[in-house]
C-alpha cells in the first residue's frame, strides 16, 4: 500500500473560522475525516500533518526520504515565500502533488508565484476540500507508473 503524506501549512487549523467567504465553513477536522475516508476508498494509507511554523514543515518533509512514497501539500501562505519548503521536497525527491482551497491564480498577485509549485508535478487549486481528494488521485496515479 503506498504510503502519503498530506501536510498542511500556517492557518490551516483554522478552517471552519477563518476568512469563511473564501475557505468554507467546514473545519481542519472534517478535512481530515475527508482525506482519511478518502484515503481507505483509494486503498492508500495518509498521515496527516498541519504546521505553523516552516521550520516544522521543512523537519516532516525531510522526515518523509525513505518513508513516504509521496507527498500533498498545501503550504498555505509559505506557499508564496519558502525557498526553504522548496529545498526540502528537492532534498527528499519523491513525487508531490501541491493544493490550495481557493483560486489562487483569482486572488492577489503575491499569491501567483509558488516555490513549492516548482517542484511539485502538478497542482489542484479552488476545489475546495475536494482538491486533496483529486491531488490523491494524482498522486496515486502517478505513483502506480513509477512502482518502487
Ligand atoms: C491557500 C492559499 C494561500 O494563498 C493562503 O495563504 C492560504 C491557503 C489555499 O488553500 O487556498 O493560507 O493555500
Redesign the pocket.
Known sequence: MKKILVIN????NFLGIREKNI?GNETYDDLCELIQISAKKLGCEVELYQSNHEGCLVDKIQQCYGNKDGIVI?P??Y??TSVAILDALKAVNIPAVEV???D?DS?EDF?KISYAGMYCFARVAGEGFDGYVHALKLLLEKLSLCPT
Do not use: E, K, Q
Open positions: 501549512g500556517p492557518n490551516l475557505y498545501n498555505a501562505a506557499t508564496h490550495h482551497i481557493s489562487v486572488r499569491r
